[in-house]
């Protein structure tokens, strides 16, 4: 950012203070800042010709007449601004961009504004310029000089981390599209017009590395009046394919009460896209939104989204039912919380549990599994050792529907994984139905 001080302003009977200054000044700057109590006032010249934006202003003071002529100061630290407009003899003065700290370097310590104190303690040891202050080390200023010897060193460094402008806003992006020949009331049509504003905001956001967390989108009715739906995507999102599939499954459920002349696209929130990590057991480590792209793909072929919906049956293999879920829900599940991404082992059992053959040994009345590989008498398939193998858990019932009589073990093997192996006691078979990962 490059600043403009100006400074040498006129007194109260020839103009006014810096604060009644300073909104002249709005016709050539676009963002001023008056300093009453030090008869300053700043103007915001980034993007602009420094040199040009001080002149104009220098001439807008004059018009308002006075005694005294105004300075200027142009640098891209403020301390350095600061005391090329104070203590200058020409009435521009431009600080070359990287030399501030050599221009800061001759000037005297009081251009700093330091407290008295301070400055009395700095006299004694010697140091009088701002190049003295600025050669010392940080941890020498810090122990002789306290907390303010070191704000005032980097002063002296020109180092200024005053914010004298906050961070200009930029408006969320929107786009609208109105007709007036005709009324649509296909859903289609209008998923195709809402296609069009949908890229049209999404590539305005992408430009500014943001993504929407909220938007809307308001249908103006031929009757009059408007139907407003908000969205609210899972995490921060500039992906025009996703918020189509959010604004498909709407349109598929709501009813409107007129037909439409025109729609209207807004963001409501955003904020900075981040490149999530995706999950670490992801053998590619991907980023959400490489999985994101993922499962689009997937589902443009035809495949459905379910979710577990459990029940209390004692088996793990019975106690799971999958539900179809719409599409869309992927894209607008609740944003995960903190507490939910805490690392944790969880169960996944197999598809189908596989035939393993063990080798026991009794323990208090049951045969406890020390050894065992895939397959019943399969020569090939390789023995994994246990190192411990907790249980059983004793589970039995089907009184009214198949019964059942099964014994499970959790098991650690040898190379770490944990295992759930269930033995059957009517027939003595043996399965790993589950591994913790």
Same mark, same amino acid.
């Given at each position: 950012?490059?600043? %403009?001080?100006?400074?040498?302003?006129?007194?109260?009977?020839?103009?006014? *203070?810096?604060?009644?200054?300073?909104?002249?000044?709005?016709?050539?700057?676009?963002?001023?800042?008056?300093?009453?109590? $030090?008869?300053?006032?700043?103007?915001?010249?980034?993007?602009?010709? @420094?040199?040009?934006? @001080? #002149?104009?202003?220098?001439? =807008?003071?004059?018009?308002?007449?006075?005694?005294?002529?105004?300075?200027?100061?142009?640098? #891209?630290?403020?301390?350095?601004?600061?005391?090329?407009?104070?203590?200058?003899?020409?009435?521009?003065?431009?600080?070359?961009?990287?030399?501030?700290?050599?221009?800061?370097?001759?000037?005297?310590?009081?251009?700093?504004?330091?407290?008295? @104190?301070?400055?009395?303690?700095?006299?004694?040891?010697?140091?009088?310029?701002?190049?003295?202050?600025?050669?010392?080390?940080?941890?020498?200023?810090?122990?002789?000089?306290?907390?303010?010897? %070191?704000?005032? !060193?980097?002063? /002296?460094?020109?180092?200024?981390?005053? #914010?004298?402008?906050?961070?200009?806003?930029?408006?969320?992006?929107?786009?609208?599209?109105?007709?007036?020949?005709?009324?649509?009331?296909?859903?289609?049509?209008?998923?195709?017009?809402?296609?069009?504003?949908?890229? &049209?905001?999404?590539?305005?956001? +992408?430009?500014?590395?943001?993504?929407?967390? /909220?938007? &809307?989108?308001?249908?103006?009715?031929a009757g009059g009046g408007t139907v407003e739906q908000p969205f609210a995507p899972s995490r921060a999102n500039a992906s025009q394919r996703t918020w189509m599939r959010l604004i498909r499954d709407v349109l598929e459920r709501i009813r409107l009460p007129d037909a439409v002349t025109g729609v209207f696209l807004r963001v409501d929130r955003a904020a900075r896209s981040e490149i999530v990590q995706g999950?670490?057991?992801? $053998?590619?480590?991907?980023?959400?939104?490489?999985?994101?792209?993922?499962?689009? +793909?997937?589902?443009?072929?035809?495949?459905? %989204?379910?979710?577990?919906?459990?029940? #209390?049956?004692?088996?793990? @293999?019975?106690?799971?039912?999958?539900?179809?879920?719409?599409?869309?829900? %992927?894209?607008?599940?609740?944003?995960?919380?903190?507490?939910? &991404?805490?690392?944790? =082992?969880?169960?996944?059992? +197999?598809?189908?549990?596989?035939?393993?053959?063990?080798?026991?040994?009794?323990? $208090?009345?049951?045969?406890?599994?020390?050894?065992?590989?895939?397959?019943?008498?399969?020569?090939?398939?390789? !023995?994994?050792?246990?190192?411990?193998?907790?249980?059983?858990?004793?589970?039995?019932?089907?009184?009214?529907?198949?019964?059942? /009589?099964?014994?499970?073990?959790?098991?650690?093997?040898?190379?770490?994984?944990?295992?759930?192996?269930? $033995?059957?006691?009517? *027939?003595?078979?043996?399965?790993?139905?589950?591994?913790?990962?």
């Open positions: 950012m490059t600043f %403009v001080c100006l400074s040498r302003l006129a007194g109260p009977t020839a103009g006014g *203070s810096a604060a009644e200054l300073a909104p002249r000044l709005l016709t050539a700057a676009p963002r001023v800042r008056a300093d009453d109590a $030090r008869g300053l006032i700043w103007a915001d010249a980034r993007g602009l010709p @420094a040199r040009g934006l @001080a #002149r104009s202003l220098l001439v =807008l003071l004059a018009e308002r007449g006075g005694s005294s002529e105004p300075h200027a100061g142009i640098a #891209r630290c403020a301390i350095a601004a600061e005391v090329a407009s104070l203590g200058a003899e020409e009435p521009i003065v431009e600080v070359p961009a990287g030399g501030e700290r050599a221009f800061l370097a001759p000037y005297e310590i009081g251009v700093l504004g330091p407290d008295p @104190a301070l400055a009395r303690l700095l006299e004694g040891t010697g140091i009088e310029r701002c190049g003295d202050l600025a050669r010392l080390d940080l941890a020498a200023v810090a122990v002789r000089f306290g907390q303010d010897g %070191v704000g005032l !060193w980097r002063l /002296a460094r020109a180092d200024d981390p005053r #914010r004298l402008f906050d961070p200009t806003i930029r408006p969320l992006p929107d786009a609208s599209l109105e007709w007036s020949d005709y009324a649509l009331r296909d859903p289609e049509r209008l998923l195709f017009a809402i296609n069009g504003l949908a890229g &049209t905001v999404c590539a305005a956001l +992408r430009d500014t590395g943001q993504g929407a967390t /909220a938007f &809307t989108l308001a249908f103006a009715l999950d670490v057991l992801d $053998r590619g480590f991907g980023t959400a939104q490489v999985a994101e792209e993922a499962l689009a +793909r997937i589902l443009d072929q035809g495949s459905v %989204v379910v979710t577990p919906e459990n029940s #209390r049956h004692p088996l793990l @293999a019975r106690r799971t039912r999958w539900v179809e879920q719409p599409p869309a829900l %992927v894209w607008a599940r609740p944003q995960i919380g903190p507490d939910d &991404t805490e690392p944790a =082992l969880a169960l996944h059992l +197999r598809p189908e549990p596989v035939p393993v053959e063990a080798i026991t040994a009794d323990r $208090r009345g049951f045969a406890a599994p020390l050894r065992y590989r895939a397959g019943p008498g399969g020569a090939a398939a390789e !023995w994994h050792e246990l190192v411990t193998a907790s249980g059983p858990d004793c589970i039995s019932g089907g009184q009214w529907e198949e019964p059942y /009589a099964v014994e499970l073990y959790c098991c650690v093997r040898h190379d770490g994984a944990i295992v759930l192996l269930s $033995r059957d006691a009517r *027939s003595g078979e043996w399965q790993e139905i589950g591994e913790w990962r």
